[in-house]
């Protein structure tokens, strides 16, 4: 078996204890309203697959949901999501699990939910398409799907937001990143963080301004997420178009679309055809 030194879970507790605040929080609630709608949780029931730090799981309870469930593969995660769950006063209608999207027994259990979100999560699954498919499977009758999935790129580009590369290029860098012990991934950490505020000081933008305004980014933290793209692997992508086709053949018709143009993710906004 490949031999990983990365953990997702472990990267969000760093989150978790040095970088979660309540204006975060309303960050990562206005980005579920501005893509799915102000009322798009209210009174739903909801199901965070892959819950990772627990940040968006807590967004649903404040915007509504009847219902919450959250669950994740990782230990570290799920500590974490609980971790915010007392916080919030142990909620009866938030439950949190340990589990796989990959595992059909598991998910058999869980049941059906109105909505459904799985944000940056299933292309890491080492199985992306079977992940999908069982995330389609979770939601009920008229629900909704919010996912996000790692855009393909075949060329050699340069993108807006410092990534450069193609897909192919990161699957080589990310497996040997993840097999590298934590020293040396830490290295490799710091040195990209050096690069980026070099070129934000080389294109004349303030480099503590842009690390700071990160957070209106989903509630998301610069350096959290600097080490989540560099070690989240395994690593999948899938151009607009496959995930369209796909969906449609699972009987899922589009409701909204965010679309990269580069290496980070786009977002879909399924509905249930009836």
């Not at 970088?19 to 980005?31: D, G, I, P, V």
């Not at 393909?152 to 990534?163: I, K, L, N, Q, S």
């Not at 294109?203 to 997420?225: C, E, T």
Request: proline share 1%.
């Amino acid at each position: 078996m490949e031999k990983i030194n990365f953990s997702f879970g472990k990267n969000w507790q760093i989150f978790i204890k040095r970088y979660f605040t309540q204006e975060r929080l309303e960050e990562a609630q206005k980005s579920l309203v501005e893509f799915c709608g102000r009322q798009a949780l209210k009174g739903k029931s909801f199901i965070d697959v892959g819950c990772g730090s627990g940040l968006f799981s807590l967004a649903a309870y404040r915007l509504g949901a009847s219902r919450i469930l959250s669950f994740d593969v990782d230990r570290h995660s799920v500590l974490c999501c609980e971790y915010l769950r007392r916080r919030e006063g142990n909620p009866e209608n938030w439950r949190i699990m340990q589990g796989s999207v990959l595992d059909e027994g598991f998910l058999s259990q869980l049941g059906k939910f109105d909505f459904v979100y799985s944000w940056g999560v299933l292309h890491h699954t080492g199985d992306m398409w079977r992940a999908m498919k069982n995330t389609f499977g979770l939601a009920g009758e008229d629900g909704r799907l919010y996912i996000a999935i790692y855009n393909r790129t075949d060329g050699f580009g340069f993108y807006r937001d410092g990534r450069f590369g193609s897909s192919d290029f990161w699957v080589k860098f990310k497996r040997l990143y993840a097999r590298l012990p934590s020293f040396f991934q830490y290295m490799i950490d710091y040195l990209v963080m050096a690069v980026l505020v070099t070129g934000y000081v080389l294109a004349f933008r303030n480099p503590l301004q842009k690390i700071k305004n990160h957070k209106g980014y989903r509630g998301m933290s610069w350096r959290v997420d600097i080490r989540d793209w560099l070690g989240g692997y395994p690593y999948e992508y899938a151009r607009v178009d496959e995930v369209f086709k796909f969906a449609g053949k699972h009987g899922f018709s589009l409701e909204n679309l965010k679309q990269n143009g580069g290496l980070m993710n786009n977002e879909y906004l399924f509905k249930k055809i009836k």
